[in-house]
């Protein structure tokens, strides 16, 4: 018990270590107004260079990925049928399935899902 709390405690205290190095290595001491502005052909530009994002874009691409990753999650569970018990077999799959379709009931209700709104 004291080796592994002695290990965790001397991991995490190397990882605090290292993120604290690396954070005051990679301070940016001299701001350059002109690094920071958008570069259009040498001349300034004509309009704003930072066009705003649509929110909803992004949401709706988020949960197309989150999605698309439970997906692929699932499908190895067709591999799987010949090599495990099929009661645990349904029992998972049923499982990550509800999930699944919780999480997009839950998107649905919400109307994250409505791009017209």
């Known amino acids: 018990m004291f080796l592994i709390f002695t290990s965790t405690l001397i991991t995490f205290l190397l990882a605090s270590i290292v993120m604290i190095i690396a954070s005051l290595i990679s301070k940016k001491t001299i701001i350059d107004r002109e690094k920071s502005s958008p570069f259009e052909c040498g001349f300034d530009p004509h309009s704003s260079a930072r066009i705003p994002f649509s929110l909803r874009f992004f949401l709706i691409a988020v949960i197309f990925l989150t999605f698309d990753v439970e997906i692929t999650l699932l499908l190895p569970l067709t591999l799987i049928i010949n090599l495990s018990n099929i009661f645990s077999w ?21 109307g994250a899902l409505d791009w017209s709104s």
């Not at 349904?90 to 919400?110: C, N, V």
């Open 90 to 110: 349904t029992a998972t799959g049923l499982a990550f399935l509800l999930i699944l379709l919780f999480g997009l009931y839950f998107e649905w209700h919400e």
